[in-house]
């Protein structure tokens, strides 16, 4: 039903990525709240009328997602809000704080459950609960499958992490209802006195609980800013140096705003004895097929290699050696003279990443010690930096 209205409602031939994204988003969202709402009213009146408060407290889940439907919903519809002087990156990182009010929701409702269901032990009740109750909870854990497949596979085909951190809302909420429902079993058999309805509530709270923390943090971490992985790096750095005149590609930047705004910003060493037309139509053809292939904005700088000077190569191929010898993982780019004219200063640049231990200082004073002993009659200015992305 999910894809019939899909088809019906998002026409993604004459729409952009953007807009098929949010259109998801917001189907996804009215599915959530009509749903949800059938579920909470199902499960309520049978919990009132059972006197169960595992069953009452999976209605209040359930509640707790109709909440988090609008919040999905009106995200999604402010994401898509053009840029404006206030905002001239647009205002696509609304939808990762949609995303978080929903953890934080769904937090709330882990903590609430958690203190009903300890009063509950201490104060148990009597379950008056049949085999109706019975079937309401298994139509419940079947409308929740499907929920579940159909956010996780809007949450696939838009790549989103609020839609991702919904579908598995649904999936914690499967395994809470079946909590529920084995607990009613036991507690119509009356093989002992165990309060099972409350031990099941406490059960679905930590389910509550631990779906709530794992998005809290996959939403946080785009609001902060993550690394890009690897993979995408070397992507990057590849399809660059498949261009003719291109020497190298480093300082790969990923800047993100919201799913429709973002850029990529990387430095690109070029020969400095070919003409700069030239140079510039090789880069101007990697900036486009980046913009292609991923829809980011691209931002290039150029970096002038001397290739003219065997001094210069020879003292490129020792640093390169030299910094091995140090941390096989740390990079170097950018190595040239100081200037034209001044031929006995060399300066270049290197990449520490987080996880080698060597600091910034110790760094260029061994690489500066072991450099001098090579090389007595040059200077070396050593720019280090620290990773802006995945190494």
Not at 70 to 94: C, M, N, Q, W
Not at 194 to 215: E, L, N, W, Y
Not at 280 to 307: K, T
Not at 339 to 362: A, C, G, L, M, Q
């Amino acid at each position: 039903m999910f894809k019939f209205f899909a088809r019906l409602f998002i026409k993604e031939n004459s729409l952009t990525p953007f807009e098929v994204r949010q259109r998801y988003g917001e189907l996804t969202g009215v599915f959530g709240i009509v749903f949800n709402l059938l579920l909470v009213v199902m499960k309520l009146i049978t919990g009132l009328v059972t006197n169960s408060l595992s069953v009452i407290a999976d209605a209040m889940n359930n509640l707790s997602d109709v909440a988090s439907s609008v919040v999905t919903l009106i995200g999604f519809r402010l994401s898509g809000k053009k840029a404006d002087k206030e905002h001239p990156y647009g205002h696509g990182r609304i939808e990762y704080v949609a995303g978080l009010i929903v953890s934080f929701l769904v937090l709330l409702v882990g903590v609430e459950l958690l203190k009903e269901s300890i009063q509950s032990i201490i104060h148990p009740d009597v379950i008056e609960a049949g085999y109706k109750t019975i079937v309401i909870l298994i139509i419940s854990i079947c409308i929740k499958i499907y929920m579940f497949s159909y956010a996780h596979y809007a949450a696939k085909k838009t790549e989103s992490a609020a839609m991702e951190a919904t579908a598995r809302d649904y999936l914690s909420d499967i395994f809470s209802t079946i909590v529920v429902l084995l607990s009613i079993i036991l507690s119509i058999l009356r093989i002992t006195n165990i309060p099972f309805d409350a031990i099941a509530g406490i059960i679905v709270a930590i389910f509550i609980f631990k779906t709530g923390i794992q998005s809290t943090k996959e939403t946080i971490s785009p609001i902060i800013g993550e690394a890009p992985s690897k993979e995408f790096i070397d992507e990057i750095i590849r399809i660059a140096e498949s261009h003719e005149y291109i020497l190298g590609a480093h300082d790969v930047i990923i800047h993100e705003y919201g799913p429709s705004c973002r850029f990529i910003n990387l430095d690109v060493e070029v020969p400095g004895n070919q003409d700069v037309f030239k140079l510039h139509d090789s880069i101007e053809s990697i900036r486009q097929e980046l913009m292609d292939q991923y829809g980011y904005e691209v931002v290039i700088h150029m970096d002038p290699v001397d290739v003219n000077s065997k001094t210069l190569t020879n003292i490129k191929t020792i640093i390169l050696k030299e910094v091995e010898k140090i941390s096989k993982d740390i990079s170097v780019h950018d190595i040239r003279f100081a200037s034209s004219t001044d031929k006995k200063e060399i300066v270049f640049e290197t990449v520490i990443p987080y996880d080698v231990s060597i600091s910034f200082e110790d760094f260029q004073t061994q690489i500066k010690m072991h450099l001098k002993k090579i090389y007595p009659k040059y200077t070396f200015t050593i720019l280090v930096e620290r990773p802006l992305s995945a190494q």
